[in-house]
């Protein structure tokens, strides 16, 4: 499968699904397809790097499949695990002289195989998007289980062999940069660094999610985010509450951003108290 046939067609097909890729962006995503690498994408929370994932699926028509990282996360909630109540019963259910050696061989087979998101992305035939979420907050050990699947696009389950990919998936992972990655995995990805958009960007990317909104009002709130964004608050506005904020104000016929309006509406893109309160003292919205 030809994922993206040109940057370009990157550009052109991940925008009708409402995703405004720049040109680096459009690039590494091509390359990624046409190469066959895994794509790490890298940049603070809430600039897009999720979505560009979820676009790729909507452009291309493939299904995606999602494993979430996080602290503790194993082998088992990653690749597979067998199904040990299912297991057990039909053991119990062999206890008739059927000779273990028999036993065994049937208790571990596809039969009692449960499958995780690696394992599943592996194993489709049909185009599919891996997105592996937020690789940044597992446990070291973890990366050393997606090297395997990373060089080549393999898995070693050591009851029925090695199963390998007969079409690789798209592989996209995101990292918020809360450690650093080990070079072993990075080495088998392209990279690509996501921060904010600039103004024109945003605003580009609102009036296409809002495309209802009054210009002006537009204007005034990709330039409000803009100084919420140099506050160095706890957490920075996304670009999805950015359009949410849009989407507030369009609800509540706001055609005017001005002090009073930002400060009603401050609690879609704020969402702690301390933030709240240097955003009213800093902007002097009281």
Known sequence: MVWFSSPSDATTRLGEVGYLADPATATTAFLAGALEKPLLVEGPAGVGKTELAKAVSRATGADLVRLQCYEGLDEARALYEWNYKKQLLRIQAANDGQAWEETHDDIFSEEFLLTR??????????????????????????????????????????????????RRPFVVLTSNASRELSEAVKRRCLYLHLDYPDTERERAIVTSQVPDLDDKVATQLVSAVARLRDLELKKAPSIAETVDWARTLLALHIDDLDAMA????????????????????????R
């Open 262 to 285: 930002i400060d009603d509406t401050l609690g879609v893109v704020l969402k702690h108290a301390s933030d709240t309160d240097r955003a009213v003292r800093e902007l002097k919205l």
């Open 117 to 166: 998101p690696l394992l599943t992305a592996i194993r489709r035939s049909e185009p599919t998007v891996l997105l592996i979420d937020e690789v940044d907050k597992t446990d070291v050990e973890v990366e050393g289980l997606l090297l395997e699947v990373l060089s080549d696009f393999q898995v070693t389950i050591p009851e029925l062999g090695t199963v390998a990919a007969t």
